[in-house]
């Protein structure tokens, strides 16, 4: 996939936020209701899964519109917010301001090509994966174990192939009215590509019902994964 038409697809989906919600922009659920039950729905497994302390560093990579690095940001001593979007980064920033959240660091910048000067306790990766091309994929997997504290968790949200490997490329979308690209991993590909490079799986599930409406597609699933940096993992078991 070209990481410019990327950028370019959601610096086009915020300049929607005139007619959507910022719930929308980020979800591409262009209906309001949906997108709130979405939100809703998401809300109740992966708050428990990130189980935020008041002394955790959150990484947020494809940070979007601000959605879950502000809601980390309420319990958490700081929050770093990575995205490419600089229209999207510029969301995130209003929507900080508008809460009153100040322990927020917003960087622009490609998930895959962030370096972080210190280690984090929790990285969050949502809806992004499914945006990179295999090499870039796995250069962000292991950005993230360089950047993870011993016996750090990560936890990752985003589409999953239900039984193969699921691909979009460059098509358009009559939903999003724009050109749209995507791979959908199958869970052993995410499994395999993190546990690979320094990460042990605590538990992965999918976010919605198996018949709820929430489903967009037949071949793929919206999936939370879990896991724990293998080293601290294994030094704990000891």
């Known amino acids: 996939m070209d990481s410019r038409k990327i950028k370019a697809f959601w610096n086009a989906r915020a300049d929607k936020i005139a007619s959507c919600s910022l719930e929308s922009l980020s979800n591409l659920e262009p209906d309001p209701s949906m997108a709130q039950k979405k939100v809703k729905e998401e809300r109740e497994k992966i708050l428990p899964a990130v189980a935020i302390q008041s002394s955790d560093r959150v990484l947020d990579l494809g940070s979007g519109t601000g959605q879950w690095a502000c809601e980390f940001a309420k319990n958490a001593k700081y929050v770093c917010a990575v995205e490419s979007s600089p229209k999207m980064q510029a969301l995130a920033m209003g929507n900080a301001r508008s809460q009153g959240i100040f322990n927020i660091e917003f960087v622009e910048c490609l998930a895959q090509e962030f370096h972080a000067t210190v280690k984090f306790d929790l990285i969050f990766i949502s809806g992004l994966m499914i945006y990179l091309n295999d090499c870039d994929a796995l250069k962000l997997v292991k950005n993230c174990a360089n950047n993870l504290t011993d016996g750090g968790r990560l936890v990752l949200r985003d589409g999953t192939g239900l039984n193969k490997r699921f691909e979009i490329n460059d098509v358009y979308s ?61 030094e704990a078991k000891v």
């Open 174 to 234: 009559k939903e999003l009215s724009a050109q749209y690209s995507a791979i959908y991993r199958t869970a052993d590909e995410y499994i395999e590509m993190f546990e690979r490079n320094s990460f042990c799986l605590d538990y992965h599930q999918d976010m919605f019902s198996s018949v709820s409406e929430l489903n967009k597609r037949k071949e793929t699933r919206l999936r939370l994964y879990c896991f724990k940096n293998a080293r601290g993992f294994h």
